[in-house]
């Protein structure tokens, strides 16, 4: 079992789900990747940029963190205020226009759920697994007419929205690093399709289970 984790988060808050970037944003933030190896090549790019006692700094103080898998990791995607994900995979800022949520987590189950249905409909899915039966079929075909009935009828999901990027210390990073962080994630977005929201440090805890 690892051990809780104590320290501090910078969170670089966006636009965007977190989960398609937050490894390469922190490896071309800190030059520090996980044990994953996602994000060599930003790692390689900031490791060609950043200043020699920049670099150190990283190396000394950026924390690896186990993930719900055991995986040590230097980030983790965070809730973001003022935005939630209305469940199938939307976020939007508080306060959107709850027609537009609709139809957008209308179309969001229509094109997640509509190729299973067809595929079931049209036979697929018993070619590719001849074990299921006519019961398991029905079944699968009922859960995704029943999401897609509900994007249309139920209440209008808020969950939390995670399109934070949270970079792990295990000291209170000192302004310099915080500017430097600043400097390195606005580069980062520059080219991509992505804005960044602000910055914020959290104190954080991580709370380890045994099985």
């Not at 030059?31 to 490791?47: N, P, R, T, Y």
């Not at 040590?72 to 959107?96: E, H, K, M, S, Y």
């Not at 994630?185 to 910055?199: L, S, T, Y």
Request: net charge negative; glycine share 8%; proline share 5%.
């Amino acid at each position: 079992m690892s051990e809780p984790f104590e320290g501090y988060m910078v969170v670089v808050d966006t636009d965007k789900y977190a989960g398609n970037f937050e490894r390469e944003m922190g490896a071309f933030i800190t030059g520090e990747i996980g044990e994953c190896l996602v994000g060599e090549e930003s790692q390689e790019v900031a490791l060609r940029e950043l200043d020699p006692d920049v670099k150190k700094w990283f190396g000394i103080n950026t924390a690896q963190v186990p993930d719900e898998h055991g995986c040590l990791r230097p980030v983790v995607i965070w809730p973001t205020p003022g935005w939630f994900n209305d469940g199938t995979g939307n976020g939007w800022r508080d306060g959107a226009n709850e027609k537009e949520v609709r139809q957008k987590k209308i179309e969001s189950a229509m094109r997640n759920y509509m190729p299973y249905i067809k595929r079931i409909e049209e036979g697929l899915d018993k070619e590719d697994n001849s074990e299921a039966t006519i019961e398991d079929l029905s079944q699968r075909l009922k859960t995704y007419q029943e999401h897609i009935e509900m994007a249309k009828t139920g209440e209008i999901g808020r969950y939390a929205s995670f399109q934070s990027v949270g970079i792990f210390f295990i000291v209170y990073p000192p302004k310099w690093i915080v500017e430097i962080i600043k400097e390195r994630a606005e580069k980062f977005v520059k080219e991509r399709d992505i804005n960044i929201e602000g910055f914020r440090i959290v104190n954080f805890t991580s709370i380890t289970k045994p099985l």
